[in-house]
């Protein structure tokens, strides 16, 4: 079951979330026109926190919202012990928009941005265990798909279009190849070659995505950072979904084409999953 955060941080202040409340005149609300980040909390620090913290930055540059970030880890700090959560696992949500002004498109002259930040409670599994199927779908999104955006309307209908068909991740097909989910990015695997979308406008380039890419060279794996066509699907050994939510997750299915079944999840999946258990361990034991 979802729930609401406890407590919700509104720029400085902590408030009870039922009583969190932002002007409709908030240009988040108005245009979408606002970034966001969502990372882990473990043990006493955030799960790779210093490249959600570059990859923040860059969302704020490449949208040319202003905010100082350096006082943002302290505010984590202060909105998890509001919750209670100090030492347990936790989801933060945090979002910048443009703040409030009258409404026009152009960036307004006087507005101060719109920090929101929580925190919820969150239990990750060592491995993710589920079996997990996708559909692809052709991309409706626009073309800044780097950027964090708030505006997520076209990766909500999408992911919607997957579970009426019983399926966790839509896929996006942009002029015939497959870029990255609706809030995942997506790797394949053949003859042992891992293969994912470069890091271009057309993915949002994952925190956990990057992980990975380390985990791949730790591991002495070739990568090809190259998007594979959806018509290539049936010659791929295995598939498998990374993010930070999803952590690294195997595909068993996209659309007729059935990778494994029963249990017999890909190795290289596999090896790759439990690299990145080990890595989630020592950043444990870094923050005790
Ligand atoms: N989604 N691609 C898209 C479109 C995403 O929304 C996400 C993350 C990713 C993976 O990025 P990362 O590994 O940094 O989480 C790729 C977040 C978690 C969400 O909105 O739920």
Redesign the pocket.
């Known amino acids: 079951m979802l729930s609401y955060p406890e407590k919700v941080m509104i720029n400085d202040e902590i408030i009870d979330s039922e009583n969190a409340k932002i002007s409709v005149f908030d240009r988040g609300f108005l245009f979408g026109d606002g970034i966001y980040e969502?990372m882990l909390h473990m043990g006493n620090q955030l799960l790779l926190g210093e490249e959600h913290f570059q990859r923040l930055n860059a969302s704020l540059i490449k949208t040319g919202i202003e905010m100082d970030t350096a006082s943002i880890p302290g505010k984590i700090d202060r909105i998890i012990e509001a919750a209670g959560l100090q030492g347990q696992e936790c989801l933060i949500y945090l979002q910048v928009t443009r703040g409030i002004a009258p409404r026009t498109h152009t960036f307004p002259v006087e507005a101060t941005p719109t920090l929101m930040i929580y925190a919820l409670p969150y239990q990750i599994p060592p491995i993710e265990e589920r079996d997990l199927q996708a559909i692809t779908t052709p991309e409706i999104r626009w073309s800044h798909c780097d950027i964090k955006t708030t505006a997520l309307q076209g990766?909500v209908l999408s992911k919607e279009q997957a579970k009426q068909q019983g399926c966790f991740e839509a896929l996006f097909v942009r002029e015939g190849i497959i870029t990255?989910?609706?809030?995942?990015?997506v790797f394949f695997v053949r003859n042992n070659v891992v293969y994912t979308h470069p890091a271009n406008n057309f993915?949002?380039n994952?925190?956990?995505?990057l992980a990975v890419l380390d985990i791949c060279h730790e591991l002495g794996l070739t990568v090809i950072e190259e998007g594979i066509p959806a018509s290539t699907l049936p010659s791929m050994d295995e598939a498998f979904l990374?993010?930070?939510?999803t952590q690294v997750a195997a595909l068993r299915k996209i659309d007729e084409h059935v990778f494994y079944k029963g249990d017999s999840k890909g190795t290289v999946t596999r090896k790759i999953q439990e690299a990145f258990s080990q890595l989630k361990t020592r950043s444990l034991e870094v923050s005790v």
């Open positions: 969502v990766n990255e989910g609706s809030h995942s990015n993915i949002l994952g925190i956990t995505r990374t993010g930070t939510t």
